[in-house]
């Protein structure tokens, strides 16, 4: 299973951006969805998680700004950014957690789309 994320680019602080991720394969099942984000000089953080059953987890700082969702039956992931700031500018990377077999999860990273903000 791989996974290929989609969306990013070059926007003006204010603006909107939507990422997407799709899952290739036929996985039993994928669990948890989510983006990360890094930063120059920086750790990978937490931007948002959804599960399967919808719940949702957000990193602070994009509370409010920035939503994800799924479609499970096109095993894609999305993520919506809005207000962008400048401190938004990373390389983002979409991760999943899949079953191959069932019972035995494992943790699958995308190769990461640039969000560059210009304020």
């Known amino acids: 299973v791989q996974l290929q994320a989609s969306g990013g680019g070059l926007v003006q602080a204010g603006g909107s951006l939507r990422l997407s991720c799709a899952a290739s394969?036929?996985?039993?099942?994928?669990?948890?969805l989510g983006w990360y984000r890094q930063a120059p000089g920086n750790g990978r953080e937490l931007v948002a998680t959804?599960?399967?059953?919808?719940?949702?987890n957000y990193g602070d700082s994009v509370k409010g700004r920035f939503t994800i969702s799924r479609d499970n039956a096109k095993k894609l992931v999305y993520l919506q950014m809005n207000s962008l700031r400048s401190e938004d500018t990373a390389v983002y990377y979409c991760?999943?957690?899949?079953?191959?077999?069932?019972?035995?999860?494992?943790?699958?990273w995308g190769p990461g789309t640039q969000v560059t903000v210009s304020s």
């Open positions: 394969g036929n996985p039993v099942r994928i669990n948890k």
């Open positions: 959804v599960t399967a059953s919808g719940s949702t």
């Open positions: 991760n999943a957690e899949i079953e191959v077999l069932p019972g035995l999860p494992y943790d699958t």
